[in-house]
């Protein structure tokens, strides 16, 4: 079984169910509630974010929690995902879209060709026409802090999605980027219901 997250840690709960033994049983005692999953997103979808973040901390004011940060909108948009399963979601369309979205980022992402000025001349001349990434799409990796139990439920859910759409290949991980990526979006464009919903959903630590 492939790892569905850097974690691993359905493969990991696989390999110790069953076990005994004192170094087990410490083990499962000082997991941590917490752990650190590294997203990768576009530098400028990271700055636009943190823009987002404080434009809405100049017109809330006093009512918003001088703690949020940009990585709260990424906690909160994965656990969005995680209720909308529970609430009966089908897991075959999901599957579908998730992969449609992180086809799309890669071709924003792609490198673009650049051309050359030749030193002789002031035409523009196209020589090996060598691939760059754009400057306003070079990655980032933010690190967020999420619930262990949650990273877990998202890897069985990963799981389960690809047995019916076997095409899926994705982690935690890139999911949540897809989410980030897909609000930002949203939030460029002005809709505005999609920020209400998430500053409904906000959960501060």
């Given at each position: 079984?492939?790892?569905?997250?850097?974690?691993?840690?359905?493969?990991?709960?696989?390999e110790?169910?069953?076990?005994?033994?004192f170094?087990?049983?410490?083990?499962?005692l000082?997991?941590?509630?917490?752990?650190?999953?590294?997203?990768?997103i576009?530098?400028?979808?990271?700055?636009?974010?943190?823009?987002?973040?404080?434009?809405?901390?100049?017109?809330?004011?006093?009512d918003?929690?001088?703690?949020?940060?940009?990585?709260?909108?990424?906690?909160t948009l994965?656990?969005?995902?995680?209720?909308?399963?529970?609430?009966?979601?089908?897991?075959?369309?999901?599957?579908?879209?998730?992969?449609?979205?992180?086809?799309?980022?890669?071709?924003?992402?792609?490198?673009?060709?650049?051309?050359?000025?030749?030193?002789?001349?002031?035409?523009?001349?196209?020589?090996?026409?060598?691939?760059?990434?754009?400057?306003?799409?070079?990655?980032?990796?933010?690190?967020?802090?999420?619930?262990?139990?949650?990273?877990?439920?998202?890897?069985?859910?990963?799981?389960?999605?690809?047995?019916?759409?076997?095409?899926?290949?994705?982690?935690?991980?890139?999911?949540?980027?897809?989410?980030?990526?897909?609000?930002?979006?949203?939030?460029?464009?002005?809709?505005?219901?999609?920020?209400?919903?998430l500053?409904?959903?906000?959960?501060?630590?």
């Amino acid at each position: 079984m492939r790892a569905y997250s850097h974690l691993n840690l359905l493969n990991r709960r696989i390999e110790n169910t069953g076990k005994s033994g004192f170094g087990t049983i410490i083990g499962s005692l000082f997991e941590s509630k917490y752990v650190t999953l590294d997203i990768k997103i576009p530098t400028y979808d990271f700055l636009r974010g943190r823009q987002f973040v404080n434009d809405l901390k100049a017109i809330l004011g006093e009512d918003m929690d001088p703690n949020f940060r940009v990585e709260h909108i990424f906690v909160t948009l994965y656990q969005d995902f995680l209720r909308q399963v529970r609430g009966g979601a089908d897991l075959l369309d999901l599957a579908k879209l998730i992969m449609a979205g992180k086809k799309h980022f890669a071709s924003l992402d792609a490198p673009v060709e650049v051309d050359f000025v030749s030193k002789n001349s002031f035409v523009m001349v196209r020589e090996d026409r060598p691939k760059r990434i754009k400057k306003e799409n070079r990655p980032v990796y933010l690190p967020i802090q999420v619930l262990r139990n949650e990273v877990e439920r998202g890897e069985y859910l990963l799981y389960d999605m690809e047995n019916l759409y076997p095409k899926l290949d994705i982690t935690v991980e890139e999911l949540i980027s897809i989410r980030y990526r897909d609000f930002m979006h949203e939030v460029k464009n002005g809709n505005n219901k999609v920020i209400r919903a998430l500053m409904s959903n906000i959960q501060y630590d």
